[in-house]
């Protein structure tokens, strides 16, 4: 972590319910730095939003700060509740199960839940794997604006992990249009070569994707002919379960 990002987060934990203003002076004193570096710091976070000017001159945490809460706090209320048909995923399949959201261009993985017979290892919670080769990606695109898919493709190369991986612009778009016309993604081997996965979008109540459930396991057992129907039916019904928890009625 850079020496300013590190002075920068100081900054911010000083704040507390019991201490909801901090002056230059104060926060120069309390975190040992000069007054010169403070104001600088300072003048960064009030840019981004981070702090604000108050009118007793000292500074209050700013909107932002509201935001990231925000956020943080759709995400516990999806993980409640995508946890009760993320078990019933696990148990059934005996698979990896995945919830992520989309962010950075990437998807962000919020639930990560790993059966002790699947042959795929489950990234940690926190963690971003690429959006446009992995099933939880590939629907959290497709259900995003033109602007937003063509600033991802715009700024992110479709880099070949595998032979299975779509490195083709036109034909991911395409990809993506087919994803949104049949309600769900299928990664073929497309970030780990021996990897299948089956994910379908969640929606919030306004109508809006907020994320994505996958299973994902061997090809052999999740593609297979003769499970992948059943599979694809329960992953888009969690999904659609999920979507009427969080007040989605579409």
């Given at each position: 972590?850079?020496?300013?990002?590190?002075?920068?987060?100081?900054?911010?934990?000083?704040?507390?319910?019991?201490?909801?203003?901090?002056?230059?002076?104060?926060?120069?004193?309390?975190?040992?730095?000069?007054?010169?570096?403070?104001?600088?710091?300072?003048?960064?976070?009030?840019?981004?939003?981070?702090?604000?000017?108050?009118?007793?001159?000292?500074?209050?945490?700013?909107?932002?700060?509201?935001?990231?809460?925000?956020?943080?706090?759709?995400?516990?209320?999806?993980?409640?509740?995508?946890?009760?048909?993320?078990?019933?995923?696990?148990?059934?399949?005996?698979?990896?199960?995945?919830?992520?959201?989309?962010?950075?261009?990437?998807?962000?993985?919020?639930?990560?839940?790993?059966?002790?017979?699947?042959?795929?290892?489950?990234?940690?919670?926190?963690?971003?794997?690429?959006?446009?080769?992995?099933?939880?990606?590939?629907?959290?695109?497709?259900?995003?604006?033109?602007?937003?898919?063509?600033?991802?493709?715009?700024?992110?190369?479709?880099?070949?992990?595998?032979?299975?991986?779509?490195?083709?612009q036109e034909r991911f778009k395409q990809e993506l249009n087919?994803?949104?016309?049949?309600?769900?993604?299928?990664?073929?081997?497309?970030?780990?070569?021996?990897?299948?996965?089956?994910?379908?979008?969640?929606?919030?109540?306004?109508?809006?994707?907020?994320?994505?459930?996958?299973?994902?396991?061997?090809?052999?057992?999740?593609?297979?002919?003769?499970?992948?129907?059943?599979?694809?039916?329960?992953?888009?019904?969690?999904?659609?379960?999920?979507?009427?928890v969080l007040g989605f009625r579409g």
């Open positions: 972590m850079s020496r300013s990002v590190e002075r920068a987060l100081t900054i911010l934990s000083l704040y507390s319910r019991e201490k909801q203003e901090w002056g230059i002076t104060e926060i120069s004193q309390e975190v040992q730095l000069p007054k010169s570096t403070v104001h600088g710091l300072i003048k960064t976070l009030e840019k981004h939003n981070f702090l604000y000017l108050a009118e007793s001159g000292k500074y209050r945490l700013g909107v932002k700060v509201f935001e990231l809460g925000m956020a943080y706090s759709s995400n516990i209320k999806l993980t409640t509740a995508a946890e009760p048909v993320v078990r019933q995923l696990v148990d059934r399949y005996k698979q990896t199960v995945h919830v992520a959201i989309y962010a950075g261009r990437m998807a962000i993985l919020v639930v990560s839940t790993r059966a002790g017979g699947s042959g795929v290892l489950a990234p940690r919670v926190g963690a971003g794997i690429p959006a446009y080769c992995t099933g939880v990606g590939k629907v959290l695109l497709a259900w995003q604006s033109p602007q937003v898919i063509e600033d991802f493709l715009q700024n992110e190369p479709l880099m070949p992990i595998t032979k299975n991986t779509i490195t083709d087919s994803i949104r016309q049949q309600g769900y993604a299928v990664d073929r081997g497309e970030a780990l070569l021996e990897t299948g996965c089956i994910a379908a979008p969640i929606f919030g109540a306004d109508g809006e994707i907020v994320a994505a459930i996958s299973v994902s396991g061997p090809i052999h057992e999740v593609l297979h002919e003769k499970t992948f129907a059943a599979c694809r039916d329960d992953v888009m019904r969690a999904a659609q379960t999920v979507s009427e």
